[in-house]
């Protein structure tokens, strides 16, 4: 029998690599500019062109190589980074593995411009799916020059997922920015299409947020410090006032690497419980210095997967950190005990018999004339004399009034101990309640079965139904009827914009506004008014009229992010999401209470639509609890 194992050809291998190293035209970028970084460059520049599709270009001014580094660079496990497996355990530098330029060069087309400091010629190789096509010298400055085009040209199925380019250059630029945020010393440039999308000049971490992220964030910030023989915490938390609903600016970096790492999320989010509402997430930006020895970051090919040795003390190290900034920049609430000089408040006493330092006559009569005759305002001794007489009668008043109520209660009883036919009983339930009702102003029986629809939980609509108890989510059935109602408004061009009075300004980072740019257009024809002023600000004008009491900021990022996440092209699928994030902010909310009338009305719409079942994105809308399931409860 044949064998049957066989060493896949070098080719083959790095296309297989590239599948998890190389995902998207931002993991190029993340690669080149982290082997800049590692090269020591001051200054790095990206030019980019069709996001990513046509060409990446990076160019920084750090060591750069000699003809048999760059060739060697692009065979697979070539690194000039380790050189034993314990290097593993201290690493300094960003890359380390020695498959990303192997990777890039297996599924694109590659040239390759570097030269030393010192030497005369520089080097120009160009690779093509892992091919070298020509290396000769060439004349160029010191640095490198890496140019990546026809990303994916050899493998179709991966270029075919690709989304939009809008989406891979809101994925370039958020790319960009966790590796700007992360190296403040290094001078960067971003190009898109010949346009300037970044220009950044080397400045403190607190300066390249605000660079990056605008201007308002810099009295948002809040420092936060702390040295240990662990770790040491430094950067930069968001007061609890300016916590975000969607789109919160959250980075972690360890030893100049970012990270995702949701334990140390959890223990900052636990900083600021009760402090911001459970649905909002405040902005930090936060660097961890650690001992390289106490950090695995050989765990995922992009490297983003970092394991600390000594989790457990550096959360809690971290979550006194954050509260000790929160309360020293006053960012917490506080009560002030302080009672130096404050003023004496007197409490009032009724037992008490002092005097407040007035002279009080007890004899003074305000409708007494001066004469000692009687006021005009004052009552006769006829008026005193019904008033007094008045007064005795209120006890009979009262009597009367008791009696009455003790017996509708006694009637009620009486007739609730009585049988009554099943079709009567909620008649009977009825004229009980306004019984006692009209006699005591208490309602003793709260349930309305004459009602054809209940909520559950401030969450959920039940229902009879001709096979047993339908429970409705109450807001995806919501969002269900709106959706449909704004997609029929939309085909027939009947969502009207209705101005706003004091228009909504929205500052977005560069990567949403590359999006806002993209959905601007087809926003128009749903019926916003949105302009652009400039530096990622735009100004929400107006509104579709048929939106009522739904917050515009909110929901400018739930449409970016839901076209982030998609990639929807323009015409009817871009159209019917951003009217499904119109139908999730109108909708009526899980845990809002609602009004039997209100339910019904619900009810009534949802089964009115052709598809009444699942929402535009595939949730399920009900539940029906069959009538043998509610038996076998009882038995």
Known sequence: MNDVVRLLPDS?????????????PASVIKELVENAVDAGATNIKIYIKDAGRTMIQVVDNGCGMSPTDARLAFERHSTS??????????????????????SICAVSEVELRTMRAGDSMGTRIVISGSKVEAQEPAACTVGSSMTVKKLFFNVPARRKFLKSDNVEMSHIIHEFERLALVNPQIEFELHHNDTVVHQLLKGSFKQRIVELFGKSLDKQLVPIESVTSLVRISGFVSRPENARKRGALQYLMVNGRNMRHPYFHKAIMMCYDQLIPSDHQPNYFINFEVDPESIDVNIH????????????????????????????????????????????????????????????????????????????????????KSIRSNIQDWDKLYAGFTGDADHAVERASSLNDMDFPSETAGTVESSLNQMVDEATGEILIEAESSASAMQLKNRYILTPSSSGLMVIDQHRAHVRILFDRYMDLAKLDALNSQRSMFPEMIQLTASESVIMEKLSEELSKLGFDISYLGDSSWSVNGMPSVL?????????????????????????SLRSKIALSMAKSAAVKAGQSLTVAEMEHIVSDLFKLASPNYTPDGHPVMSIISLDDIVKLFN
């Open 81 to 102: 980074k380790i050189q034993q497996a314990e290097d593993l355990f201290s690493l300094h530098t960003m890359g380390f593995r020695g498959e990303a330029l192997a």
């Open 548 to 572: 009522q009491e739904v917050n515009s900021n909110e929901l400018v990022m739930s449409m970016i992010d839901t076209y982030t996440a998609t990639g929807a092209e323009l015409g009817d």
């Open 12 to 24: 083959v291998a790095n296309q297989i690599a590239a599948g998890q190293v190389i995902q998207r």
């Open 301 to 384: 090919p992009t490297k983003n997967e970092i394991k600390f040795e000594n989790e457990q003390p550096i959360w809690q190290i971290l979550t006194a950190t954050i509260k000790e900034g929160l309360g020293k920049f006053n960012a917490v609430p506080s009560i002030d005990f302080d009672m130096t000089n404050a003023p004496d408040i007197p409490v009032f006493n009724p037992n008490a018999g002092g005097r407040h330092g007035l002279d009080l006559d007890p004899t003074y009569n305000p409708f007494k004339s001066a004469s000692g005759g009687g006021s005009k305002y004052a009552p006769s001794d006829a008026g005193l």
